[in-house]
């Protein structure tokens, strides 16, 4: 089992930073896949951005390429989301996904909230 805790979150206004860490525990996270998700009020989950399980390869949704940047550090069992030039429809609860062959984990989600 891995246990999952998402922190970094908060209220931040239209343009400004926020850097969200995804925390393991039980188990290495080395070898996962692993994704930030986000949820806003009413709308489905969507996949933000996601790191294999080396870092060498990323990917993006079109609405946050050139602002998000995902990032992973082995070592210390964590992975990272900057968030750039935040904009009002960032707005969301972020989740942090880690799957490896048939399993599959989430947190429980850490809230940001952009005002415009």
């Known amino acids: 089992q891995v246990q999952l805790v998402e922190s970094g979150g908060g209220l931040v206004q239209a343009g400004e930073s926020l850097r969200l860490s995804c925390a393991a525990s039980?188990?290495?996270?080395?070898?996962?896949?692993v994704g930030w998700f986000r949820q806003a009020p009413g709308k489905e989950r969507e996949v933000v951005a996601s790191i294999d399980w080396n870092g060498r390869s990323t990917g993006y949704a079109d609405s946050v390429k050139g602002r998000f940047t995902i990032s992973r550090d082995n070592a210390k069992n964590t992975v990272y989301l900057q968030m750039n030039s935040l904009k009002s429809e960032d707005t969301a609860v972020y989740y942090c996904?880690?799957?490896?062959?048939?399993?599959?984990?989430w947190g429980k989600g850490t809230l940001v909230a952009v005002s415009s």
């Open positions: 996904n880690a799957k490896i062959f048939d399993m599959n984990f």
């Open positions: 039980g188990r290495t996270l080395s070898g996962y896949h």
